[in-house]
C-alpha cells in the first residue's frame, strides 16, 4: 500500500507534454526530499529528478535536464514534462524521504515512500 497517489501518466506523440501529479495525505511535503524515478521495459530503475527539501536545491538527469521540471506544494509533487521523446517511454515512480542533509538531493537510498508507478509512453 502506498501513501501516494500518481496522475497525470498516459499516451503522448513525440514532442508533447504530461504533467505528473503524485498526491498524499500523509504528511506535508516541504518536510521531506522528493524524486521521481523511472523504469523503462527491461531496464533498472533510474533517477529523472529530485527537489530538496530545504533551498530549493534540483538535480535532473541528464536526459531530463532542460525538458523536465520538478515541483511541490505541502501534499502533492509534479513533474512537468516536455518535449517527449519514445526513450522517455517508462513507468514512473514518485518518492519522497527524511534525510540529514535537507540543502541538496541525490538519486539514492533517502527514499523512504514510494508510489505505485504510472506509466508513459510515447508513441514512435
Known amino acids: 500500500q502506498s501513501e501516494f497517489v500518481e496522475s497525470g501518466g498516459g499516451l503522448v506523440y513525440p514532442g508533447g507534454s504530461l504533467r505528473l501529479s503524485c498526491a498524499t495525505s500523509?504528511?506535508?511535503?516541504?518536510?521531506?526530499?522528493v524524486a521521481w524515478f523511472r523504469q523503462a521495459p527491461g531496464k533498472g530503475r533510474e533517477g529523472v529528478s529530485c527537489?530538496?527539501?530545504?533551498?530549493?536545491f534540483t538535480n535532473y538527469s541528464d536526459s531530463a535536464k532542460g525538458r523536465f521540471t520538478i515541483s511541490r506544494d505541502t501534499n502533492t509533487m509534479y513533474l512537468q514534462m516536455d518535449g517527449l521523446w519514445p526513450d522517455d517511454t517508462a513507468v514512473y515512480f514518485c518518492?519522497?524521504?527524511?534525510?540529514?542533509?535537507?540543502?541538496?538531493?541525490?538519486?539514492?537510498?533517502?527514499?523512504?515512500?514510494w508510489g505505485r508507478g504510472i506509466q508513459v509512453t510515447v508513441i514512435s
Open positions: 518518492a519522497a524521504g527524511l534525510t540529514l542533509y535537507p540543502w541538496t538531493c541525490q538519486f539514492d537510498g533517502t527514499y523512504n515512500y
Open positions: 500523509a504528511f506535508n511535503l516541504n518536510d521531506f526530499n
Open positions: 527537489l530538496s527539501t530545504s533551498f530549493a
